[in-house]
């Protein structure tokens, strides 16, 4: 009995060695890309950040310490953008979480009568599917002030043209709206699976104790898509901060710096500004801490949340 013991041991030791291999074999191509796609350009960036390169030779570096975070600041249009980026973000992740909540929860019944809902999600996702300098190349033709098919629309109803890639706020929101239907999709898709995962039998037990629609959406369907509706947040959000093709195309960073984001002056500094790649540098390091500590923040107070429900 002892012997057949130590076998099945021995057997078992040996399928989770292997096991525990073969995990490994197939992490080594992920990681290598990962390291040189994420993790080499970020210690790239971060010393460059402390030395004046210059963008014809690469290899002329000037140690300069602190100067380009001191320049930072001080750079033509700072506070506009800052204020362009952060109204951007919080439009961008408020209406797609609280937009794609509703759709997925639409989505989700089920009913005669009712159009197909793999068709439907297939709708909704595919914008997803589009590139971000395509889908901002779109936007902007729709909103051409004499052509554009959104004019056209407003004066086929009475309306007057709407000038909306040259006023400033307006165009704000226009950059915003076309952001969220690029994100929508991923968003919806997140809450679904959410939604499925929801076991069936506690809107059994909740509909025999009396509870109506909206004591079931609030006391059962909400607090349970507190994990999806985390992950939604944070990943919209650093997608949000980080989004460069799309409000460029559509709006050019015009009227003034007002829709101008932080990743578009990066750009300007690392790849058209001849002496400037050290600053656009720290703009990117200066970026990246923003972003890791806003993260941080809605992930602490979300998870609280989730361990609350």
């Not at 890309?33 to 210059?54: A, D, G, K, T």
């Not at 570096?61 to 320049?71: E, I, M, R, S």
């Not at 509706?229 to 709006?251: C, D, G, R």
Request: glycine share 6%; proline share 3%; hydrophobic share 55%.
């Amino acid at each position: 009995m002892e012997q057949l013991t130590e076998v099945k041991r021995k057997r078992r030791s040996k399928f989770e060695s292997k096991r525990t291999w073969t995990g490994i074999l197939f992490l080594i191509p992920c990681t290598i890309l990962v390291v040189m796609f994420i993790v080499v350009p970020v210690i790239n960036v971060v010393r460059y950040s402390f030395n004046e390169v210059s963008l014809a030779d690469a290899s002329d570096v000037t140690f300069v310490g602190l100067d380009n975070y001191k320049a930072v600041p001080q750079t033509e249009g700072f506070t506009e953008m800052i204020i362009a980026t952060i109204v951007f973000a919080l439009g961008v992740t408020i209406v797609v979480v609280g937009l794609a909540f509703i759709v997925a929860l639409a989505l989700d019944k089920r009913g005669r009568g009712r159009i197909n809902r793999g068709f439907m999600r297939s709708l909704w996702f595919f914008p997803a599917l589009l590139s971000a300098a395509i889908v901002g190349i779109l936007w902007r033709i729709m909103y051409h002030y004499t052509n554009g098919v959104i004019n056209k629309s407003i004066q086929a109803l009475g309306g007057e043209r709407v000038n909306w890639l040259e006023t400033p706020w307006l165009t704000n929101g226009a950059v915003i709206i076309a952001a969220v239907w690029l994100l929508m999709g991923m968003a919806i898709v997140i809450f679904l699976a959410g939604l499925q995962s929801i076991p069936t039998s506690l809107y059994e037990a909740a509909r025999i104790d009396g509870a109506s629609k909206r004591q079931i959406r609030r006391n059962i369907t909400i607090p349970m898509m507190a994990p999806a509706i985390t992950i939604n947040v944070l990943t919209i959000s650093i997608a949000a901060f980080k989004m460069y093709e799309l409000p460029w195309f559509i709006s050019l960073g015009l009227p003034g710096y007002t829709t101008r984001l932080l990743t578009q002056r990066i750009y300007f500094y690392g790849f058209e500004a001849t002496n400037l790649m050290g600053i656009g540098a720290a703009l990117s390091v200066v970026l990246i801490i923003v972003i890791t500590l806003i993260s941080l923040i809605q992930l602490f107070v979300l998870r609280k949340r989730e361990d609350i429900f």
